[in-house]
């Protein structure tokens, strides 16, 4: 099973703030990678796929990059609604799996 | 709009057996794969299985299998999960996901997601 190690587990940030979460994969998945949001008792939202590919509907300060075993998603401008835990998810092989989230918080 | 709709989540004794299921509407169900996801309290997202379009392949997370079924009825849009000999570390909220679909190829990342049903075993 290809495994996914996310960082950090947590950050602390500002309105405004540049936030960088990253992503590896234990062993090469092209570009085979999404990243979800969750907020607090709600299902996950799919924010950007195939590694940079930004889903409909997503704001623009939203960004993925990377491909073979690492990866990141950028938020360029922090806004009151991110505050959320991020998810990214490897779509290379069966069994899909997840990283283990990054919680953005309010510094 | 486009939906899925997940019941049949409740409290069951280890051991036993629980069908979930997720209905779908607002897009044609039988053109797309859908997955089950899975959320144990306080922790991260664990993919279940997934079922393709029509129903011809099958795959599981390596904790479920040999005990969880997956299966769709396309007449009534809706997917099932049949959860057998349940065990406490399977309680979780769990989600019901579509495939992306892009021009014609399927994508196994999931841009539609229900909003839970939850599932606790308990003696």
């Known amino acids: 099973d290809i495994q996914m190690t996310q960082s950090p587990s947590s950050v602390s940030a500002s309105v405004g703030d540049r936030v960088t979460i990253t992503c590896r994969a234990s062993?090469?998945?092209?570009?085979?990678l999404a990243w979800y949001q969750q907020k607090p008792g709600k299902a996950p939202k799919l924010l950007i796929y195939?590694?940079?590919s930004l889903q409909s509907g997503v704001p623009s300060r939203f960004s993925g990059s990377g491909s073979g075993t690492d990866f990141t998603l950028t938020i360029s401008s922090l806004q009151p609604e991110d505050f959320a835990t991020y998810y990214c998810?490897?779509?290379?092989?069966?069994?899909?799996?997840f990283g283990r989230g990054t919680k953005v918080e309010t510094k | 709009q486009v939906q899925l709709v997940e019941s049949g989540g409740g409290v069951v004794q280890p051991g036993r057996s629980l069908r979930l299921s997720c209905a779908a509407s607002?897009?044609?169900?039988?053109?797309?794969?859908i997955h089950w996801v899975r959320q144990a309290p306080g922790q991260g997202l664990e993919w279940v299985a997934v079922?393709?379009?029509?129903?011809?392949?099958?795959y599981y997370g390596d904790s479920v299998k040999g005990r969880f079924t997956i299966s769709r009825d396309n007449s009534k849009n809706t997917l099932y999960l049949q959860m057998n000999s349940l065990r406490a570390e399977d309680k979780a909220v769990y989600y019901c996901?579509?495939?992306?679909?892009?021009?014609?190829?399927?994508?196994?990342?999931?841009?539609?997601w229900g909003q839970g049903t939850t599932v606790t075993v308990s003696s």
């Open positions: 996901a579509r495939e992306r679909l892009s021009g014609s190829s399927w994508y196994s990342d999931m841009d539609v």
């Open positions: 607002g897009f044609p169900f039988s053109s797309y794969g």
């Open positions: 079922i393709w379009y029509d129903g011809s392949k099958k």
């Open positions: 062993q090469g998945i092209s570009s085979w």
């Open positions: 195939a590694a940079s």
């Open positions: 998810q490897q779509a290379n092989s069966f069994p899909l799996t």
